[in-house]
């Protein structure tokens, strides 16, 4: 399994950023190809995902409160206004 790295970012305006808020680890498990652990804390955050499902989302790590996201390398962040907790 390839583990990769999510990016740490500051504290986002919730009010122009979706922030995701896990409540335990992984946060979301998928079918996908790629695997994704916190920066601070090594948890595993996204387990078998595409990474195009998990763009521009902000996700903070229920163990270390971490905030992180996918690197972005191709397009700029656009922001909507929701805070999602899971379950």
């Known amino acids: 399994m390839d ?3 999510l990016e740490p970012v500051d504290l986002p305006d919730p ?4 922030i995701f808020e896990m409540s335990r680890v992984p946060g979301i498990s998928g079918k996908g190809e ?9 948890s595993i955050l996204l387990e078998n ?10 996700f903070r ?3 270390c409160g971490g905030l992180s996201r996918l690197q972005s ?3 700029s962040p656009q922001h909507v206004p929701l805070i999602v907790e899971s379950h």
């Open 61 to 63: 790590c229920p163990n």
């Open 15 to 18: 009010r122009t950023t979706t």
């Open 34 to 42: 790629h695997t994704y652990h916190c920066p601070s804390c090594k």
């Open 49 to 58: 995902v595409f990474a195009s499902h998990m763009a521009r989302i902000v």
């Open 73 to 75: 390398r191709n397009s």
């Open 3 to 5: 583990i990769q790295q």
